[in-house]
């Protein structure tokens, strides 16, 4: 209760604090003034299921209307860290070499150097402790996460962050930072909050860390309702009454591509409602397009239902080289089909090989180039999703029975707890517990970082079950497109 009360306070400190800086979702006609930059279009809320604190619309909202504003002096740049503290500005410029993300994470740890006397101390109080991005991952956690590719990913993240803490040390070492700002640990946190909370600015490569514009959380591209999706199931759109824009500010309100951005002509951070919302409703801000290993690569969460996922298999080395598709365009789909690449680069090689040369015209236009064709795409499609879960540690089921039997294990031990281990536990998780020495004698503590460490393992297995279940729709696909071939077959 006292760290609740202590984290409410807080939050009302800083947006006192954003206030002061001229942070503001007032509408531009509104005249009311409050000691908090937020009120008027939108309050910060909890969502539990849906990423946790965020941002709410505190009235009905239109879809293109500005929302938030922040100045250009509220957003926290290296250029802004470094015009403010002379000592950071001489030492930065003997160290060329570092990257523009190296030197903003060596100015945010020594902004928390600082600690209270640093300008942006209420701000920074609002950021977690940790992150639950790829470079965070454990050992234990990266190889939990079972298929090739992602364990790639994660491995290469973590070492690329160890390698520019190890290039930034002796430019920490001359701003003379405290031990704790030192190790490889402060570093993932500069690193995750960069790489989690960092907007796009046009004069920093590194982008800029914005107050309050950071609390929004993430829709993916095309899991909102569109205009015209509105008007197809017979919805009201979003244009005025008398169906004319008044201004050319509505018009440019109504077309636009992104939800916020910096305005160079107002000098402001501004964020535009991505759609309708009504008083209550979670406001949300579009990242880019993500896949839920890249989601987990930036910013440490990933999504249950993501339109934009993508399952990657294995294909034969000489697939790759037959058809002119980049890597990236062959993958499964989220409801199990192949993409159009994939599809294609699958049937022309059940094409033998001295027909080939004649069929590639049909092979890039997208059609069936014959019934027995695609049944022996279909079939090399389902075996090969088949072979790759049967080679795997745990299946999709196991998988499932994982998750549910770890969220219940953390309703069980509540942070602090310290209780005996009951028994039996599932095989794996005594595994995790024994790689983080979380027992002792027999006994579990639940501390913060354990029950941080098991948050994090638990995405891992999430990724790689929602990874399978792709492949097991793709093996339902398959055997739904053969019967069907097959029963049409046998009609004639």
């Known amino acids: ?53 965020g941002l709410a619309a505190a009235r009905d909202v239109r879809k293109g209307e500005l929302i938030l504003s922040v100045p250009k002096g509220a957003l926290m ?17 003997k160290h060329p070499s570092l990257s523009s993300t190296q030197i903003l994470a060596v100015a945010l740890l020594n902004e928390g150097n600082k600690g209270k006397s640093s300008r942006w101390w209420p701000y920074l109080k609002q950021f977690p402790r940790s992150y639950d991005t790829l470079a965070d991952f454990g050992k234990f956690e990266i190889q939990s996460l079972q298929i090739d590719d992602a364990i790639w990913a994660a491995q290469k993240a973590s070492q690329k962050a160890e390698e520019e803490w190890n290039e930034a040390t002796a430019l920490m070492h001359e701003l003379k930072l405290k031990p704790q700002f030192l190790t490889l640990k402060a570093w993932l946190w500069a690193s995750g909050s960069i790489s989690s909370r960092t907007m796009h600015i046009p ?26 999706e509105d008007q197809a199931a017979g919805k009201a759109s979003s244009l005025p009454e008398d ?34 919302y009504r008083k209550g409703d979670q406001v949300l801000l579009c990242y880019g397009t993500y896949t839920n290993l890249e989601l987990l690569q930036h910013y440490g969460f990933l999504l249950m239902e993501n339109p934009n996922e993508k399952a990657f298999i294995p294909l034969e080395p000489d697939m790759y080289s037959l058809c002119s598709w980049e890597n990236e365009l062959l993958y499964l789909q989220p409801d199990g089909k192949p993409s159009f690449a994939l599809l294609s680069t699958v049937r022309f090689c059940a094409v033998p090989k001295t027909s080939r040369r004649s069929v590639v015209h049909l092979v890039y236009s997208g059609n069936r180039l014959s019934t027995e064709n695609e049944v022996v795409a279909m079939r090399w499609l389902a075996k090969k999703c088949r072979t790759i879960l049967d080679i795997l540690p745990t299946t999709a089921e196991e998988d499932g ?49 354990a029950r941080r460490s098991i948050e994090r393992w638990k995405l891992a297995i ?27 077959d046998s009609i004639k």
């Open 1 to 53: 209760m006292e760290e609740a009360e202590a984290e409410s306070l807080n939050l009302k400190s800083f947006l006192k604090w954003a206030a002061e800086l001229g942070i503001s979702d007032s509408p531009p006609t509104s005249t009311i003034q409050s000691d908090s930059c937020l009120g008027q279009s939108l309050f910060v809320s909890n969502f539990p299921e849906a990423g946790g604190r």
């Open 462 to 488: 999430l990724w790689r079950h929602l990874y399978k279940r792709i492949l097991w729709n793709c093996i339902v696909h398959c055997t739904e497109v053969i019967n069907d071939i097959v029963s049409r």
């Open 243 to 276: 169906g004319m824009l008044k201004s050319e500010t509505e018009l440019a309100a109504a077309h636009r591509l992104v939800d916020a951005g910096y305005e160079k002509d107002v000098s402001s951070y501004c964020f535009y409602a991505r759609r309708d």
């Open 401 to 449: 029975n994982l998750l549910s039997f770890l969220g219940e294990f953390l309703d069980i031990h509540q942070s602090g707890e310290i209780k005996e281990m009951s028994s039996p536990l599932p095989t794996e998780l005594c595994a995790f517990i024994k790689s983080k020495n979380l027992v002792s004698e027999g006994i579990f503590a639940m501390s913060r970082v």
């Open 77 to 93: 740049t290296s250029q802004s860290l470094m015009m403010n503290d002379e000592a950071l500005s001489i030492a930065v410029k």
């Open 203 to 228: 004069w920093d490569e590194a982008g800029c860390l914005c107050p309050v514009g950071d609390f929004f959380n993430y829709a993916a591209p095309g899991e909102e309702t569109s205009d015209s």
